[in-house]
């Protein structure tokens, strides 16, 4: 493929081939495919003078459009698109997508984390059970894109199952020519397995009525309360089912911990032996196979590559890229390899609460504003935006040699330097003491600034990672 530069209004484009033919042509329609798939505006072109079709973007979406080919190009190779799960010690595994069951009523409500999938409950239409024990529902809604979330942990819960049937009656021909059904000889017909749609519901029973018409049929629908626990939905939507084994057991031995390979399919009588104490669930050596279903695990890591690589690659005429990532980069190996930065991304992943989770490159980086594995952690955002703040940012024209240090002012009416911080979570700026020099304000922002930085890590203390809560006891404010 050959790259040539064109005037700066088009910015470049990309030659297929020199010679016109149907494979060139294969190359270029699969290569403008792409281009669509991430709306991106471009167009096709003959150039007569040169006998080559050519694609013209521009340079910042030629980068997207690259980066693209290289995620796909394992698929293309070896022709298996491969997913991400994780394995029953929260190891990181790839299995064959294949293998996993697509979500086919999948849901909109916010993840735990990536790897957790929403499926809908057997017998049911509004009822969706997670491979981390998390149960939602629309019945009592009357917009069916918002949820009821129910209690977590060890606890019961009750759903309602719908089974649907054809019923049919004979039809009595009234004087006036119209037919009225007998509903008292009313007799059911067909019983629908559970989970058909209306699509098949509707289907049979045109069927039956354009093969006897002297009766007229319908198609009705009986609710059935049913009581169980959480751990029970788990392990009939995501646990395969042995003959005998009817009893959920936790491996862990926390009832309240619902995760789907947390748990475990066992006998009456070996429940309760482990009840009892009397045998480990290794003990038993019983096998356990885990029903897979499709995560968008990896789609979410190259969403947040796409983003960190968008920013790396920004320049100053960028508008949509904050400024402070000029001086960024990315380390050529996760360029190269995006893969790898999937995985490291998945393997350091996990959730605080219901907060956005960042990447961030400066706690424990070396100063360069590199995106290297060594360097990088992920963050609440509220704690990462705490970070943001805590470093200088320069405006156009400023260095440190004409501009004061990291929140420090200057009174020209009372011709004195004073600090001002707005601690986390508060919204009023509070001035501090007027000071005759920015390095005697400077200090006393900072010791304000890292105790901010210690409280709120206090708050964060058992909901991060050890590592990282250690090492924010370690950040220095810096004046520059």
Not at 103 to 122: Q, S
Not at 239 to 259: C, F, I, M
Request: aromatic residues 12%; contains cysteine.
């Amino acid at each position: 493929m050959e790259e040539n530069q064109y005037p700066p209004f088009w910015g470049c484009y990309i030659t297929v081939s020199q010679n016109w033919d149907a494979a060139s042509f294969g190359e270029m329609l699969k290569m403008f495919i792409k281009f669509i798939r991430v709306s991106i505006s471009g167009c096709l072109f003959w150039r007569s003078h040169r006998n080559e079709c050519c694609l013209l973007l521009s340079n910042e979406r030629k980068n997207i459009i690259m980066n693209t080919e290289i995620k796909s190009t394992e698929t293309e190779n070896t022709g298996t698109r491969m997913q991400f799960i994780l394995d029953e010690n929260k190891e990181l595994q790839e299995i064959p997508k294949d293998k996993c069951k697509p979500v086919e009523y999948p849901v909109r409500y916010r993840l735990k984390n990536a790897f957790e999938v929403f499926v809908r409950v057997d017998g049911t239409e509004n009822y969706w059970i997670s491979n981390y024990g998390r149960c939602v529902n629309n019945l009592n809604r009357k917009d069916k894109g918002t949820f009821f979330k129910h209690k977590e942990g060890k606890c019961h819960c009750t759903v309602f199952e719908i089974e649907y049937y054809i019923t049919s009656c004979p039809v009595k021909k009234q004087g006036n020519g119209k037919r009225k059904p007998d509903s008292r000889k009313k007799r059911v017909e067909m019983v629908f397995k559970l989970n058909t749609t209306g699509q098949e519901r509707n289907s049979a029973l045109e069927e039956m009525q354009k093969a006897d018409d002297k009766r007229m049929y319908m198609v009705e629908s009986d609710r059935d309360r049913r009581d169980t626990t959480l751990a029970g939905l788990v392990a009939e939507t995501f646990l395969a089912g042995y003959k005998g084994r009817t009893k959920v057991w936790h491996k862990d031995g926390d009832e309240s911990n619902n995760w789907y390979k947390n748990l475990l399919m066992v006998t009456p009588d070996d429940y309760k032996k482990l009840r009892a104490g009397m045998v480990t669930w290794q003990e038993l050596n019983l096998e356990q196979v885990y029903i897979e279903y499709e995560n968008k695990a990896g789609a979410q890591a190259y969403r947040v590559y796409d983003g960190i690589l968008a920013r790396c690659k920004s320049t100053e005429s960028t508008d949509s890229i904050h400024k402070c990532y000029n001086s960024t980069a990315m380390w050529q190996g996760w360029i190269d390899d995006p893969k790898s930065f999937v995985r490291w991304y998945l393997e350091h992943y996990y959730e605080c609460g219901d907060e956005e989770m960042d990447v961030d490159k400066d706690l424990f980086g070396d100063g360069t504003g590199m995106y290297y594995p060594d360097f990088c952690c992920i963050l609440p955002k509220g704690l990462n935006t705490l970070l943001a703040n805590s470093k200088k940012h320069y405006k156009e024209g400023e260095t440190p040699e004409n501009t004061l240090p990291l929140g420090v002012r200057y009174s020209r009416r009372r011709k004195k330097y004073y600090g001002e911080i707005t601690f986390t979570g508060a919204e009023r700026t509070i001035p501090l003491s007027d000071w005759d020099t920015p390095e005697e304000a400077f200090a006393e922002y900072k010791r304000m600034k890292q105790a901010d930085i210690l409280r709120v890590a206090a708050e964060y203390k058992g909901r991060i990672p050890g590592y990282i809560y250690k090492k924010l006891l370690e950040v220095e404010v810096e004046p520059y």
